[in-house]
């Protein structure tokens, strides 16, 4: 299994954008990898913008994103209100904040849904990352449904299992809004960290996994 690192710099400042669709996205899609870098980067800055909420759960992603970002030398969360399932039909709308966040913020690193995700509102978000930003590093995560769209990642995050524990947990207390839904519970996170620990022989026994399409190695 190869190694890859993100570049050091004077400090170990990083710039982390992570964007999502619905209130819970980044933190079940890359919350274990963002606790990761954030210990390992105590300087680094985030940029966290969700695109779909209502007050009820605009309150919830807040919430977690403060116990998510605890880490960071400084944070931004953004929490817009873009009616969930139709995004496909606001493209116009989201992609002008795509413009503005790229004049805004300059990312090493870029968290963005998986580009054949089968939620339509998860794909426009991936479809307007790469074509806003074209010259970053982006990685696709991946996020459990009914739907059963996971595939092949190739780029894997092993994590410890305290790291694993803080992030369920963070998001069983936040979004206690979701707690009716069956597949929103304990077991079917650790299972997927554990799977994709498995895949990449973890020796935490656990990790998050990620789509990286396009990488050059200096």
Not at 11 to 24: V, Y
Not at 89 to 115: C, Q
Not at 120 to 147: A, G, M, V
Not at 175 to 189: A, C, D, G, L
């Amino acid at each position: 299994m190869l190694n890859f690192h993100l570049p050091e710099r004077s400090g170990s400042t990083q710039n982390i954008l992570c964007l999502g669709s619905h209130c819970d996205d980044i933190e079940i899609g890359c919350g274990g990898t963002v606790l990761h870098l954030l210990a390992r980067y105590p300087e680094a800055r985030v940029y966290w913008v969700v695109f779909s909420s209502d007050k009820e759960r605009a309150a919830e992603a807040r919430k977690a994103a403060s116990l998510f970002l605890k880490g960071a030398k400084s944070s931004k969360v953004v929490v817009k209100n873009y009616r969930d399932a139709f995004f496909p039909a606001l493209g116009e709308r989201i992609k002008e904040n795509f413009e503005a966040l790229k004049k805004e913020f300059k990312p090493d690193v870029i968290f963005t849904h998986y580009r054949h995700d089968l939620h339509q509102d998860h794909r426009l978000i991936s479809e307007l990352t790469w074509n806003t930003f074209r010259d970053h590093l982006i990685l696709e995560y991946e996020i459990p449904k009914y739907d059963g769209d996971f595939g092949s990642p190739n780029l894997f995050v092993p994590l410890e299992e305290a790291v694993c524990r803080r992030k369920i947990d963070a998001v069983l207390r936040s979004f206690v809004s979701q707690r009716n839904k069956h597949w929103f519970e304990e077991q079917t996170f650790f299972a997927i960290l554990r799977l994709r620990g498995l895949e990449c022989a973890s020796p935490t026994r656990y990790a998050e996994a990620f789509y990286c399409r396009k990488l050059v190695l200096a």
